[in-house]
Nanobody
Framework: QVQLVESGGGWVQPGGSLRLSCVAS????????MGWYRQAPGKQRDLIAL???????SYIDSVRGRFTISRDNAKNTVYLQMNKLNSADTAVYYC?????????WGQGTQVTVSS
């Protein structure tokens, strides 16, 4: 059974930072492409950062330069370091794994940016 468990969400003031973690189990993590999605109220779920099995990363424009995705294959964990947060970053953040033609989701973690 594949499980993706996110942690690290919470409330932060504008300009602050948070680090999200996602621990994977039941999956060949090293062979998986890992991503972070987010979904704001009333909006669709969007991919914001991706790290391929080889370590290549990509970001959407609105987070590039502020967010950093990384992975630790020894710990089956993917991270999302989020800096210079603003209110537009408020959303539920989801961890995603893709391996061959299978995909898996975490349960989501809420990030709220407000003063």
């Amino acid at each position: 059974q594949v499980q993706l468990v996110e942690s690290g969400g919470g409330w932060v003031q504008p300009g602050g930072s948070l680090r999200l973690s996602c621990v994977a189990s039941g999956i060949n993590f090293e062979a998986s492409a890992m991503g972070w999605y987010r979904q704001a109220p009333g909006k669709q779920r969007d991919l914001i950062a991706l790290i391929a099995r080889g370590g290549t990363v990509s970001y959407i424009d609105s987070v590039r330069g502020r967010f950093t995705i990384s992975r630790d294959n020894a710990k089956n964990t993917v991270y999302l370091q989020m800096n210079k947060l603003n209110s537009a970053d408020t959303a539920v953040y989801y961890c995603h794994a893709a391996l061959n033609w299978e995909e898996y989701w975490g349960q989501g973690t809420q990030v709220t940016v407000s003063s």
